[in-house]
């Protein structure tokens, strides 16, 4: 999980919490509770009022009018909420198979082929336009929204306004409060519409409003690109002109099931080794029914859940859908979906379901000990990149266990 999504916020966290209530707030304040906790934001309001007049000037200095700015920005209060999902987020882990249970269940294929049905003349439209397969936005329009049931009512000024203001990332999150209010000043749409996710990401396909600016475009040719209300029509040609602002292929894969050979060297098991298909070939990789593996170019083998679970030939277009969301289970997510509303078979392959996630704790305590027991992560911050799954699958290989990387509870409880 890294920091940095361009599109939906940076969290698969936050993917889930569409597809599935795992994020929820508690639910019961005490009385005394309660009251502090209304004392506190009046506190934080107040800060959030004298740090919006300091950001009045900067924004002005960016070309913002006054006029936009009293719209939106008068009378805004601290949304307490915002930040506490904001510092919780990390805690919120699940396995990547129960996340793909979830993000490619029955009801959501079954969901996609009626919306792909019902949009199949846009979707066809736009695909011919961008190159961008309609399964393909539609399985980013069924993961980010459920195909536009669930595109978040939190108001995004508010929120951008009080993760700025809190400070953890504050210059992103300033950054995006400014792009909302240059999408505010071009008359696309009112403060009031301009709704989503409690971390910014709006509409269908949950844009940040920088990916927006950028990206977004007006398909119906009403003269205003509208992401937020009924008709999903701009929402779905931005996303595809996302994609292909980063360099969808149309008609390669974003990657496919196979299987791996007796003996196969797990070092090699890592999106940072790419190699041209005709290598991974060679050394007796096949898909996942044994015939041949297509060629799109150079291509990694990725196993998300180590050696006991499904392994995947990932190629270019793997990248692409990651400037989504970087997390491979939502990326694997949004390509088996799109196979799934094309009709193709599901991942053949057990996952190992007797493992849980490890807690936030338990990932800070495993980089702790790896990198004590000498095997640095170059960093504790509960993240599992490619920094800690090298550190892992170098203990792995010094204790004679599989070395595939996969963070378990296993290895935790195996280190000093
Ligand atoms: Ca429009």
């Known amino acids: 999980m890294q ?23 508690a639910r019961f304040i005490g009385k005394t509770g309660a009251v502090m906790v209304q004392e506190t934001v009046a506190a934080d309001t107040q800060g959030l009022q004298r740090w919006l007049a300091g950001f009045r000037t900067r924004a002005a200095a960016a070309g913002i009018s006054d006029a936009v700015m009293d719209q939106a920005l008068r009378g805004l209060s601290y949304d307490a909420d915002v930040v506490r999902r904001d510092r919780n987020q990390s805690e919120f882990t699940k396995t990547i198979w129960d996340y793909l249970d979830t993000a490619t269940s029955d009801a959501r294929v079954e969901n996609g082929k009626a919306a792909l049905a019902k949009h199949r003349r846009v979707l066809q439209a736009i695909e011919d336009r961008y190159g961008v397969e309609k399964e393909i936005v539609a399985a980013i329009w069924g993961l980010e929204s459920a195909y536009g049931t669930f595109r978040g009512s939190v108001p995004t000024i508010q929120s951008l306004a009080t993760l700025a203001y809190d400070g953890r990332r504050a210059a992103f999150f300033e950054g995006e409060l400014l792009a909302a209010l240059k999408i505010l000043q071009s008359g696309d749409t009112t403060a009031p519409r301009m709704q989503g996710s409690w971390a910014g990401a709006m509409g269908h396909t949950q844009f940040m409003p920088s990916s927006y600016l950028a990206y977004a475009v007006d398909f119906d040719g009403d003269g205003k690109r509208n992401i937020w209300e009924d008709d999903p029509t701009d929402a779905l040609a931005s996303t595809a002109s ?9 008609g390669a894969l974003w990657g496919m099931e196979i299987t791996l050979p007796q ?6 098991t890592s999106e940072r080794v790419k190699k041209p298909v005709a290598d991974w070939q060679a050394m007796g990789v096949r898909r996942v029914d044994g015939g041949d593996l297509p060629d799109h170019g150079t291509a990694s083998v990725l196993l998300p859940g180590g050696a006991r679970g499904a392994a995947f030939l990932i190629y270019s277009n793997f990248q692409v859908i990651e400037r989504y969301n970087t997390a491979d289970a939502y990326v694997i997510a949004v390509g088996h979906l799109a196979d799934l509303l094309k009709g193709g078979p599901r991942i053949a392959s057990d996952w190992p379901r007797d493992l849980r996630a490890l807690t936030l704790d338990e990932r800070l305590d495993l980089q702790t000990r790896l990198t004590r027991a000498g095997f640095d992560t170059k960093g504790v911050d509960g993240k599992m990149g490619p920094n800690t799954i090298a550190a892992v699958k170098a203990f792995q290989r010094a204790s004679g266990l599989v070395p595939d990387g996969y963070p378990s509870l296993e290895i935790l409880q195996k280190l000093p």
Do not use: R
Not at 3 to 25: E, K, M, R, S, Y
Not at 263 to 268: A, E, H
């Open 3 to 25: 920091f940095f999504h361009p599109v939906i916020a940076w969290c698969f966290g936050t993917a889930a919490a569409l597809a599935a209530p795992v994020d929820q707030p």
């Open 242 to 250: 996302y994609l292909a602002g980063f360099g969808w292929t149309k």
């Open 263 to 268: 003996g196969f060297d797990y070092d090699q």
